[in-house]
């Protein structure tokens, strides 16, 4: 028994070596080929964007320089011949689609009808597809509170939450008093624009008829919340500053982001309105829209608040989402946008390359297979080797790219790039469900928001964290990742040259402190 014992491991090992130099060893060198021809994309796409960002800058080319945005006045009230003083302002409709939103239901009512424009000039309407009829109630009486105060409120319901959000919205605009309408403002359940919101954005939408979108950025009223909330910042801060410019000032195209943003209602309809056909039913707008020819603009110094998910289980589910959907969409439409006789072949070759490809395709995907997966497979197999400028330079340079969206988290860079390999696990599984249109390619979970209720809920205390229950909060592939890169940096140090160590047990360290779930706001039961 034995002698049988240790002859089994010695077979191992010699098919072992039978199989890895014609098998293992070709095909992972083809792993690090694509992985530095996809780092490259990715490395000239982000110096791309950062020189434009500063040639816009330099050149002073902000919106209200290349568009005419001149205030919208009332008329004056001593002209007899005027009937209305404010016949000028557009009749603009605000819509709120949310779902059980218990917590910042007021909040975003509250700061749409205090928006600063003329009363009989503006509607304000909440989709509500709640399931709760507690929390429906609540919405409702708030709707009539608003109402009492002469404000132009409807509250409106459905009977099923066919298409979600998407099928939200486009109810929304069936019924009769939108036909008056014409412009339409959205705003999730957590946002709150500031009182001047249609005041900056409405006249770059009248005065330029060839404008269809007008997006603003989010600001983060909850980013110091815990660790979590300040790596979302950078990455989304990295996202307006940079990705969305860019897309404004060169194409005058970007993704709408569902939110913050004011949209013409005859170029909604001329691109076919709102589709559920994918999770991201803001970006299919947005690019129907952008093939009919019509142009968009960001506002980046008007600014949004909103509410980022503070639990790891919110924040995975809508980086699934964010994931699935664009890989899906451009599934669906690359043949669409490839054929478009309508935009020029620079615009089609920056929608499909750089919008799609690279930014939701690519990005995702390198960044997960390369440094979570081929890197310590070379650990194991050393006839494979990695240029020095493929795993430092080119990362170091596009991290540091990354990092200027958010000065302030500058000293967090490291604990983002962690994260950030962590969260590609996921969005890379998104990314491959979508493209390949199976598993959860259409599932919709909506983004859980705590607004003040932990505050409320401790009052003068500081929020201790409650005694954790193992099996809510393990995350199993997590904890196998951080197990496969703990081996790999210790085979590196035992028989390797020590090179990647550092970095395998950092971010195997990640990986297991997400996977017991010691990450974002523990929220008590």
Same mark, same amino acid.
Request: a positive charge.
């Given at each position: ?14 098919m072992w070596e039978q199989v890895k130099a014609p098998v293992v060893v070709p095909l992972l060198r083809l792993s690090v080929a694509a992985c530095l021809a996809m780092s490259v994309m990715l490395f000239v796409e982000k110096v791309y964007m950062s020189v434009v960002l500063v040639g816009v800058h330099l050149f002073g080319r902000r919106p209200d320089r290349r568009y005419r945005c =001149?205030?919208?006045?009332?008329? #004056?009230? %001593?002209?007899?011949?005027?009937? +209305?003083?404010? @016949?000028?302002?557009?009749?603009? $409709? ?87 309408? =014409?412009?339409?403002?959205?705003? #999730?359940? %957590?946002?709150?624009?500031?009182? +001047?919101?249609? @005041?900056?954005?409405?006249?770059? $939408? ?62 909604m309809n001329e691109a076919g309105g709102w589709k559920d056909r994918t999770t991201v039913e803001d970006m299919d707008l947005a690019v129907r829209a952008g093939l009919k020819g019509w142009k968009f603009v960001y506002l980046g110094d008007l600014m949004v608040k909103s509410e980022l998910p503070s639990t790891f289980k919110a924040f995975r589910y809508q980086q699934h989402r964010w ?203």
């Amino acid at each position: 028994m034995a002698a049988a014992g240790a002859v089994l491991p010695e077979q191992i090992a010699a098919m072992w070596e039978q199989v890895k130099a014609p098998v293992v060893v070709p095909l992972l060198r083809l792993s690090v080929a694509a992985c530095l021809a996809m780092s490259v994309m990715l490395f000239v796409e982000k110096v791309y964007m950062s020189v434009v960002l500063v040639g816009v800058h330099l050149f002073g080319r902000r919106p209200d320089r290349r568009y005419r945005c =001149d205030p919208i006045v009332a008329a #004056d009230n %001593d002209d007899p011949e005027l009937a +209305d003083a404010n @016949a000028a302002f557009p009749m603009v $409709l605000i819509q709120i689609p949310m779902y059980n939103e218990r917590e910042v239901y007021k909040l975003s009512i509250g700061a749409a009808c205090g928006l600063s424009w003329p009363s009989d000039r503006v509607i304000v309407q909440v989709l509500d597809d709640s399931t709760d009829p507690v929390i429906k109630e609540m919405v409702q009486v708030e709707c009539k509170r608003w109402e009492s105060k002469g404000v132009r409120i409807k509250y409106e319901i459905r009977d099923n939450r066919v298409g979600y959000k998407a099928g939200a919205l486009r109810e929304g605009m069936k019924h009769g008093y939108v036909r008056d309408c =014409d412009y339409v403002a959205i705003f #999730d359940a %957590d946002f709150q624009p500031d009182p +001047d919101f249609l @005041a900056r954005t409405i006249p770059f $939408l009248v005065h330029n008829p060839d404008i269809a979108l007008v997006q603003a950025r989010w600001k983060f009223v909850n980013a110091n919340e815990c660790l979590m909330t300040r790596m979302q910042e950078m990455s989304l801060d990295y996202h307006f500053k940079v990705e969305q410019e860019v897309g404004s000032s060169t194409h005058a195209f970007f993704g709408f982001n569902g939110t913050a943003g004011v949209w013409r209602i005859s170029a909604m309809n001329e691109a076919g309105g709102w589709k559920d056909r994918t999770t991201v039913e803001d970006m299919d707008l947005a690019v129907r829209a952008g093939l009919k020819g019509w142009k968009f603009v960001y506002l980046g110094d008007l600014m949004v608040k909103s509410e980022l998910p503070s639990t790891f289980k919110a924040f995975r589910y809508q980086q699934h989402r964010w994931s699935c959907g664009p890989a899906n969409l451009f599934r669906k439409m690359l043949v669409e946008i490839a054929t478009n006789k309508k935009v020029t072949l620079w615009k089609k070759i920056y929608v499909i390359y750089n919008f799609f490809l690279v930014r939701k395709i690519i990005g995702h995907i390198v960044t997960f297979v390369f440094y979570c997966l081929v890197v310590p497979a070379t650990v194991l197999i050393p006839e494979v080797e990695i240029p020095r400028w493929g795993y430092v330079y080119l990362p170091s340079i596009v991290t540091i790219l990354n990092s200027i969206g958010t000065p302030r988290s500058l000293h967090l860079l490291i604990f983002w790039v962690l994260f950030e390999n962590v969260m590609s696990l996921h969005r890379t599984k998104a990314t491959l469900i979508g493209l390949l249109e199976t598993g959860r390619v259409n599932e919709w979970v909506v983004t859980e928001k705590l607004g003040d209720a932990m505050k409320l809920k401790l009052p003068g205390k500081a929020f201790r964290r409650p005694r954790m229950r193992i099996g809510d909060r393990v995350n199993a592939l997590e904890l196998g990742f951080s197990a496969y890169l703990s081996f790999c940096g210790c085979y590196d140090i035992a028989y390797g040259k020590g090179y990647y160590s550092l970095f395998l047990f950092l971010q195997s360290i990640t990986f297991f402190i997400i996977g017991v779930g010691y990450v974002g706001t523990i929220v008590p039961r």
